[in-house]
């Protein structure tokens, strides 16, 4: 590719509502362009990030014998009512009518459309097991669509559904597909981990997420670093005990009146704008002297950012314990979830408020006559240490034993598995005839990628200040020519040519940038875009019969003679 046949726009300029790194880094190198919250062009940088992306997903799915077909964006309502998710799913899912008055949906996930198809096309033992996938258009009407491609409303997905006879078969269906993913986010090159996840009100017995490790991830992931155990913080948490159901709505219509949450009636106290959510995690700490106290752990937010996760956290860091049910009912005469009737609290206390968009900005204030504060500097009197026991966090989970301890990180959820059972063959009749000829329900897996978060969470996890660094699998160029001189010196064309000539004939995906900037600016957009490899070609460095290879990740570049230069990089 020459730059001059090839659209490149880059800026210096930082837009106001990217507020993630790799949004910005996006908007930046001129990759994505926005038309409406969370819709986006995929401009051609990043239209080739996305099809190297969906090559390496798509190979991958192939081999381990899953079928390629092309689902419709647009589905037909009456699949949806029957299986009650028109009315489950909720506001995301957007709807729509055509001109005859019938009902449609943009497809956020297509289990209703490739079961339909299955029971359509699947009649026989012989035919299973069998699973199929798209890598297609997904709509969310997400609540607050943000980051960029991240958390997009409009975004790309590659959904697979396995079909199965029963459910040890549809079990091993699940692993083939989890070993595929192993292998897509290896060969994708990136840091990841996979993590036992919430089957939530799917309720089937086995989930798994994908996570890209990165700092800025929304999700929260609890592993030890002596075993195999991994999970997302919601299920790691689940013996927890949580308190979340005050709005501040409901505060001010309820505080102080008797049967008002705690949680509430603290918020109330401390005079918490009416724009933000305050929500509780109980735990229960010792202190030097060896005494247990049961502690509300009181976060705020702004309905932006998940109080329960952080609250979770900041506990783990400081090492607290998980409050049992029994210490709950025992504290707040009550069960966990709601924390009862204020008459008939026992003291406890409080350990802090936070502000959540502000990490280390703990505020603390109010007094109850029989509440004991922990105040602003409860985080300085206690140790801090980054990791928890690990009995703590997940006692009674059998997969991890007793001993150890668990570390934390944030992660983006680039991936999720999920055995799912007949709960959409079932209500689709989707069935086939077993060996004796008699009908049997079909057991299905469900299985997404979010091909286009793939590509911002990558961005998350690579890059430093002066741009992206990106995984050579899916960068949008392996190697960018950079002629000092263009214009100027036929020596620099010439070699500058002969090695893009060579490069391309040998399949590297190459971009010579022939536009003929100054080479400061020319240099930082390519720092800034990513590519892995530049090779610069000057009229200096070739009087001395050399050329600078840089890669983008290190520091160092490196000075090599023409011949050389090729195989360097093949
Ligand atoms: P999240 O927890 O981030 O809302 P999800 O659990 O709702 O995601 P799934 O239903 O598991 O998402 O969909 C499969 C994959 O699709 C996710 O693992 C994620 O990579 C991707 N995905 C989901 N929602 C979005 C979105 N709004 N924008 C981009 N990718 C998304
Ligand atoms: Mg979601
Ligand atoms: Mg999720
Ligand atoms: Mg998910």
Redesign the pocket.
């Known amino acids: 590719m020459l730059a001059t046949h090839f659209h490149l726009n880059t800026s210096k300029e930082v837009p106001a509502d990217a507020e993630v790194i790799s949004h910005q880094l996006m908007m930046r190198s001129g990759m994505i362009r926005k038309h409406a919250g969370g819709i986006y062009t995929y401009m051609p940088l990043a239209l080739k990030v996305l099809r190297k992306i969906e090559h390496i997903v798509r190979t991958e799915m192939n081999n381990s014998g899953a079928i390629e077909i092309l689902m419709p964006v647009v589905q037909p309502a009456e699949l949806w009512m029957q299986t009650e998710r028109w009315d489950a799913y909720g506001p995301e899912l957007l709807r729509l009518k055509d001109r005859h008055g019938r009902d449609f949906v943009l497809q956020p996930?297509s289990e209703e459309v490739v079961t339909d198809i299955v029971a359509n096309e699947i009649h026989s033992w012989r035919q299973l097991p069998v699973n199929f996938y798209h890598i297609q258009t997904k709509f969310?009407d997400?609540r607050r669509?943000r980051f960029g491609?991240?958390?997009?409303?409009e975004?790309m997905?590659k959904d697979a559904y396995s079909f199965d006879r029963d459910e040890a078969s549809a079990l091993k269906s699940y692993d083939i597909m989890f070993n595929a993913y192993q292998r897509i986010f290896s060969a994708l090159g990136l840091k990841f981990r996979a993590v036992n996840a919430d089957t939530g009100s799917i309720g089937g017995s086995r989930s798994h997420?994908f996570q890209v490790i990165a700092d800025t991830g929304e999700d929260l992931i609890v592993y030890n670093p002596d075993s195999d155990y991994a999970a997302n913080i919601e299920l790691a948490q689940a013996p927890c005990l949580i308190a979340e159901r005050a709005t501040p709505t409901q505060a001010l219509e309820r505080v102080p009146t008797p049967g008002a949450n705690k949680c509430e009636l603290v918020a109330e106290q401390l005079g918490l704008p009416l724009t933000q959510t305050v929500k509780s995690v109980v735990y229960r700490v010792t202190d030097a002297e060896g005494k247990h106290h049961i502690c509300l752990l009181l976060v705020r937010g702004d309905h932006e950012v998940n109080e329960v996760k952080i609250g979770k956290l900041e506990a783990f860091k400081h090492g607290f314990e998980l409050a049992s049910e029994e210490d709950i009912i025992e504290h707040f005469g009550s069960k966990p979830g709601f924390l009862g009737p204020v008459q008939t609290l026992k003291p406890i206390t409080i350990i802090a408020d936070k502000t959540v968009a502000n990490m280390s900005d703990f505020v603390c204030g109010g007094n109850q006559e029989d509440t004991h504060w922990i105040g602003v500097n409860w985080g300085r009197d206690l140790p801090e240490p980054i990791v928890a026991d690990i009995r703590n966090v997940v006692a009674g989970d059998p997969a991890i034993g007793e001993e150890g301890t668990l570390a934390i990180e944030h992660g983006i959820?680039?991936?999720?598995v999920f055995f799912l059972g007949d709960k959409y063959s079932s209500k689709l009749k989707a069935t086939y005839l077993n060996e004796q000829g008699k009908p049997e329900v079909i057991q299905m897996g469900c299985y997404?990628?979010?091909v286009?978060?793939v590509m911002a969470a990558a961005i998350e996890q690579n890059h430093d200040d002066r741009g992206i660094i990106w995984p050579m699998p899916m960068a949008p160029f392996e190697v960018v020519i950079c002629p000092i001189g263009w214009g100027k010196s036929e020596e620099v064309r010439t070699q500058a040519l002969a090695i893009y000539e060579h490069l391309k004939s040998q399949g590297i995906d190459v971009i010579l940038d022939n536009r003929d900037t100054r080479p400061g600016v020319m240099f930082s957009e390519w720092e800034l875009i990513g590519v892995p490899i530049r090779v610069t070609v000057g009229e200096r460095g070739l009087k001395d019969g050399i050329i600078e290879v840089q890669e983008r990740s290190k520091t160092e570049s490196v000075k090599l003679s023409p011949s050389e230069v090729n195989s360097y990089i093949i």
């Open positions: 996930t969310r997400e669509p491609l991240m958390r997009g409303r975004f997905m997420e959820e680039v991936g999720h997404g990628i979010g286009s978060r």
